[in-house]
Nanobody
Framework: QVQLVESGGGLVQDGGSLRLSCAVS????????MGWYRQAPGKQRELVAR???????NYADSVQGRFTISRDNAENTVYLQMSSLKAEDTAVYYC?????????WGQGTQVTVSS
């Protein structure tokens, strides 16, 4: 059974930094795309950043230049380095992993930025 386990969320002050990690277990296969989504209260889940197995990245305009996504293909782990955090970054952050025909989600980790 494939499981995605996120860690690294928490409470941080405006302008601070956090690093999220997502470790995938239970899969013999690598994932074409791994990424992070977030959902704030009363809002739809949105893409934050994603990265292909070849290292190509995409970012939401709202986090471009502040967040950096990376992955360790050998360990099936994806990271999100978040800097210059703002109150509007407050949300539950979800890890996502995709390969052809399959998509998996983590349980989510809360990130709260206090202003």
């Amino acid at each position: 059974q494939v499981q995605l386990v996120e860690s690294g969320g928490g409470l941080v002050q405006d302008g601070g930094s956090l690093r999220l990690s997502c470790a995938v277990s239970g899969s013999r296969f690598s994932f074409n795309v791994m990424g992070w989504y977030r959902q704030a209260p009363g809002k739809q889940r949105e893409l934050v950043a994603r990265i292909t197995s070849g290292g190509r990245t995409n970012y939401a305009d709202s986090v471009q230049g502040r967040f950096t996504i990376s992955r360790d293909n050998a360990e099936n782990t994806v990271y999100l380095q978040m800097s210059s955090l703002k109150a509007e970054d407050t949300a539950v952050y979800y890890c996502n992993a995709q390969r052809i025909g399959y998509e998996y989600w983590g349980q989510g980790t809360q990130v709260t930025v206090s202003s």
